[in-house]
């Protein structure tokens, strides 16, 4: 099945900023309103983690590494989640990706290439 489809990543200096976008591929679409959507990154040696959540109404969660900086929206006319991360530091280096989540809060769907985020001067 087509996967999700992350973008936007790039290399910034310290500081910087970036804006990623994941649009849903279609045979999503059809889903995409009533969930719960996340961004995730994974670090080179590190466990993939959440850094931030979306729900159908809106209603945000952000890890506290990121609180503050990153903003998360959607625009479920565009099937599209948004990651607007301001002030980067470093230790935001990682490959992004976002999912949809379960009821239990897993991953719903196949993870996709994700999109690299280098933060470096």
């Known amino acids: 099945q087509p996967q999700l489809v992350e973008s936007g990543g790039g290399l910034v200096q310290p500081g910087g900023s970036l804006r990623l976008s994941c649009r849903a591929p279609?045979?999503?679409?059809?889903?995409?309103?009533?969930?719960?959507w996340g961004w995730y990154r994974q670090a080179p040696g590190k466990e993939r983690e959440l850094v931030a959540s979306?729900?159908?109404?809106?209603?945000?969660d952000y890890a506290d590494s990121v609180k503050g900086r990153f903003t998360i929206s959607r625009d479920n006319s565009r099937k599209t989640i948004y990651l607007q991360m301001n002030n980067l530091k470093p230790e935001d280096t990682a490959v992004y990706y976002c999912?949809?989540?379960?009821?239990?809060?897993?991953?719903?769907?196949?993870w996709g290439a994700g999109t690299q985020v280098t933060v470096s001067s």
């Open positions: 979306i729900t159908s109404g809106r209603t945000t």
């Open positions: 999912n949809a989540l379960s009821t239990t809060n897993l991953p719903k769907y196949t």
């Open positions: 279609r045979h999503i679409t059809s889903v995409f309103n009533p969930l719960l």
